[in-house]
């Protein structure tokens, strides 16, 4: 076995701004319910033009530029969403196309949901510690405003779009993917899903039309008893105790979610990293999103173990403890 790092990280979040009080037009809400229920303040939205594989290109584009990295070398991509431009061909080989990432490149999406990041980076994990590949893009990204009920006040006050991206490559000295935990629970499919082909699951008619659909409460119960749970596997499998996280990184649900978790988990808040407050809940993009954010604002550096969180339809989970080994940036961020 090779081993890994994270060697780069680049985010992108749509122009347009919807916030709790252009929410108070549209259903019966004002902010003071919403924050005090979710904790978002405001969320980013695509333009009627503008898909998942737009947001992708654009969060690569930030990470090439800023680490100095070319899209020449890269020989496999693995983007996760549940927002796909199409139902095939996926996004991956879109942006494989437009980046100008070589023929000889893999590339493929992962459907996982608000976990999917994480599974991408698992498998990319995987892929380079195997020797079998040598850069792997990942991108989590979900234009979730395309497929949001916006007269339903119980999941429109919650969605965003935005993307994020990290290169995983070889680390010749030491892997640097520490510890891992994957889990699923098929029986609460039927409580976050959008019907396809089907629209029956484990015995319950679907409906929703083909926008997002999701019961809070059971989730909540399901990602406040599974999350701490999780985690502990997380850190048992790499041999690591808590206090050796720097960050905790959980999917930016709900800050009413990430709260009871931490505590569950005697974990601070303070070092739990999310980013909904501005850009709502964007599913596979929120953790890289968080995880920028948190360079950007000089908290994150090189150097510490971050424990990445990933929850959410399926019901799929996931969690992976790394330490970074980003490279120097060569030019500053974009301004999100």
């Not at 070319?70 to 969403?81: K, P, Y």
């Not at 990942?138 to 779009?161: E, N, Q, W």
């Not at 993009?285 to 000089?298: H, M, N, Q, V």
């Amino acid at each position: 076995m090779k081993g890994a790092k994270i060697t780069a990280i680049g985010s992108y979040v749509p122009v347009r701004r919807l916030t709790n009080s252009d929410l108070e037009q549209l259903v019966d809400t004002n902010d003071e319910w919403i924050v005090q229920r979710t904790g978002i303040r405001e969320r980013r939205i695509s333009r009627e033009d503008e898909y998942t594989s737009d947001l992708c290109i654009a969060a690569v584009r930030n990470l090439l530029t800023r680490y100095g990295k070319s899209a020449a070398d890269i020989d496999m991509v693995l983007v996760a969403t549940s927002t796909a431009d199409f139902s095939f061909p996926s996004v991956a080989s879109i942006i494989q196309h437009k980046l100008g990432i070589p023929l000889t490149a893999g590339a493929f999406d992962v459907s996982a949901a608000c976990a999917g990041f994480v599974y991408a980076l698992h498998t990319a994990h995987a892929y380079v510690a195997s020797g079998l590949h040598r850069k792997v893009l990942v991108v989590g990204a979900d234009a979730l405003s395309k497929i949001t009920d916006y007269t339903d006040r119980s999941t429109c006050i919650l969605f965003g779009d935005g993307a994020g991206a990290v290169l995983v490559e070889a680390d010749e000295q030491q892997d640097r993917f520490l510890g891992y935990h994957l889990g699923s629970d098929g029986g609460g499919a039927h409580h976050v899903y959008r019907t396809g082909l089907s629209h029956t699951v484990n015995g319950v008619e679907l409906g929703g039309s083909g926008k997002l659909v999701q019961n809070g409460r059971e989730v909540f119960k399901w990602a406040v008893r599974t999350v701490p749970q999780g985690v502990q596997r997380v850190l048992d499998n790499a041999g690591a105790t808590l206090e050796q996280v720097d960050w905790f990184i959980p999917h930016s649900a709900n800050l009413r979610m990430i709260e009871p978790v931490c505590e569950r988990l005697n974990y601070p808040l303070s070092q739990a990293l999310y980013s909904l407050e501005y850009f709502g809940n964007t599913s596979a993009a929120s953790i890289p999103l968080a995880l920028d954010l948190g360079i950007r604002e000089g908290k994150v550096h090189s150097g510490q173990r971050v424990l990445l969180y990933g929850f959410g339809a399926g019901l799929a989970h996931a969690g992976v403890l790394t330490e970074l080994q980003l490279d120097e940036q060569v030019a500053p961020p974009d301004v999100l």
